[in-house]
C-alpha cells in the first residue's frame, strides 16, 4: 500500500510515513491507530525519512519544517523552513552517511515527540565518521506532526 501526505506534514490519523513512500498495510484498525499515537512508531518513521532525505535530497526537507520552525546547528539558530533549509543545503560536503546509533522517543507535555539520535556521520568515503547528536521536538497541528524544532551538534573528544 502506498501512502501519500501533505507537503509539510505527517498526517497522524494514519500509518506514520513522510510522502509518497512503499510501505506494508498493518492487519486491523486498532494497529493502525496505534501506530497514529505511538511516539516510537512515529519517530521512527519520521527519522528513517528525515536521514534519507539529508544523505540524498536536502532541498527536500522543507517541507518538514514551518516558518516557525527552528534550528540550532551548532550553536548557530536559523528560523523558517528557508533559513533551515539554506543552512542544511550550505554544508561543507555534499553526499554523506549517516549510521544511528541510538535512537530514543518521548511524548511531551505540549502533546508533541521529542526524537533524539545519536550517531555518525561520514562526509567522504575516505575520511573518518564524525559522531553526532540531534534533537526533533515534532507537534501535532491539524492532525499532522511538524517539526518545531531540531538540534544538532557534532561531538568531539
Known amino acids: 500500500m502506498k501512502y501519500s501526505f501533505c507537503a509539510s506534514v505527517l498526517d497522524s490519523t494514519h500509518i ?16 493502525r491507530d496505534k501506530m497514529a499515537t505511538d511516539p516510537e512508531a512515529v519517530g521512527k518513521a519520521f527519522i528513517s525519512y528525515y536521514y534519507q532525505l539529508f544523505e540524498q535530497n536536502r532541498p527536500a526537507l522543507a517541507t518538514l519544517y514551518q516558518e516557525q520552525s527552528m534550528l540550532t546547528f551548532e550553536g548557530n539558530k536559523f ?5 533551515i533549509v539554506g543552512k542544511l543545503t550550505t554544508l561543507q560536503f555534499g553526499l554523506c552517511k549517516i549510521t544511528l546509533a541510538t535512537q530514543d522517543f518521548q ?7 521529542l526524537v533524539f539520535t545519536t ?3 561520514q562526509t567522504e568515503p575516505e575520511s573518518p565518521p564524525l559522531k553526532f547528536s540531534q534533537v526533533f521536538h515534532l507537534m501535532p497541528v491539524n492532525n499532522s506532526f511538524i517539526v518545531t524544532n531540531d538540534m544538532f551538534r557534532l ?3
Open 16 to 31: 506514520p510515513y513522510w510522502h509518497d513512500l512503499a510501505r506494508p498495510s498493518f492487519q486491523s484498525e486498532s494497529s
Open 79 to 83: 528560523q523558517g523552513a528557508q533559513a
Open 155 to 157: 561531538n568531539y573528544g
Open 107 to 113: 511524548p511531551s507535555i505540549s502533546g508533541g515527540i
Open 119 to 121: 550517531g555518525n556521520i
